[in-house]
Nanobody, 115 residues
């Protein structure tokens, strides 16, 4: 099993930046496809950014060029750097990983972008 704890959300003005962190309770060497999802009110949860099994990254079209996912294996942490934030980025952001073919989610962190 693995526990995931997100942090770094908050209220920011449009054009601002935030960095989200997802701390895992075990080494992320054994974790597959860490990624970030988000869910806005009344909308389905969607993939924002993630690592593939091969280690490359993919992004939703709406965040390409603005968001960057990274990982620090020594700290067992996955990050999401979000720049040039827009009001439409407002959502609860969730960390997601696979461990031994089982999927795990964090509790989510709220990001609110004011116009």
């Amino acid at each position: 099993q693995v526990q995931l704890v997100e942090s770094g959300g908050g209220l920011v003005q449009a054009g601002g930046s935030l960095r989200l962190s997802c701390a895992a309770s075990r080494s992320i060497f054994s974790i597959n496809r860490p990624g970030w999802y988000r869910q806005a009110p009344g909308k389905q949860r969607e993939l924002v950014a993630g690592f593939t099994s091969g280690g490359s990254t993919n992004y939703a079209d709406s965040v390409k060029g603005r968001f960057t996912i990274s990982r620090d294996n020594a700290k067992n942490t996955v990050y999401l750097q979000m720049n040039s934030l827009k009001p439409e980025d407002t959502a609860v952001y969730y960390c997601n990983v696979f461990l031994f073919a089982r999927e795990y989610w964090g509790q989510g962190t709220q990001v609110t972008v004011s116009s």
